[in-house]
């Protein structure tokens, strides 16, 4: 079983809790998002393999080390992932970025599909799905299912908020996946929202509630 990593960093903890007040604002929580979405890509590149390089200084020749040309892509799930994706291309400029389009049918609670669109090279990259809450684990579930189905075999799962359901959902269906959250809630309410959660996190990221 991949293993599950809980980023509790005190820069991202104290963002966190700013996030979950209901009081912040849709400026505020999309900032804060961007926030911590950086320092967990921070974390969740930590194995990138490095290679040795040598670089001329003013003074002298310098062995340094630089990433060993593993090729990235970042795939948010929509709406709600996009909002991880500007600050972790600003640490990775040379990432690919992928869509799915997946949202949670209101009564079922399944996720529903309507977009899906890959770099071409897919397959050979190590990819970052990210998306705020791994709430059922159906939208991760499937998101993970169609990179694989394009042939991606290195995918990593970034949440902001997860809670038991979603991450024995995704480690059952996936069990390669190592999944990064920066926080784990307690369970899922009769709607499954996160409990203790931030509710709508698309919602809030867009101002459409
Ligand atoms: C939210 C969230 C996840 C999903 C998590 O999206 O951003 O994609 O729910 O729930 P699950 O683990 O039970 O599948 P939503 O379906 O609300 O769509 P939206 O981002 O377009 O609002
Ligand atoms: N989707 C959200 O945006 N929030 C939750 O709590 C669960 C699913």
Partial sequence: ???????????IQHKLAILRSKDTSVK?????????AGLMCYEATRNLPLQEVEVETPITIAKCRML???????????????????????????AKIGHIGLYRDPETHKPVEYYCKLPEDIESRQVYV?????????????AINFLKQRGCKNII???????????????EAH?????????????????????PGLGDAGDRIFGTK
């Fill in 1 to 11: 079983m991949a293993q599950l990593h809980v980023l509790d960093h005190p820069l």
């Fill in 28 to 36: 505020e929580f999309r900032e804060l998002v961007g926030e911590i």
């Fill in 68 to 94: 060993a040309g593993k090729k990235l892509a970042i795939v948010p799930v929509l709406r709600a992932g996009l909002g991880m994706v500007d600050s972790m291309v600003a640490l990775i400029p040379s």
């Fill in 130 to 142: 990210v998306d705020p809450m791994l709430a059922t684990g159906g939208s991760a579930v499937a």
């Fill in 157 to 171: 799962m970034m949440n902001i908020i997860g809670c038991p359901e979603g991450v024995a959902a995704v480690q």
């Fill in 175 to 195: 069990p390669d996946v190592e999944i990064y959250v920066a926080a784990m809630d307690e369970k899922l309410n009769e709607h499954a929202y996160i409990v």
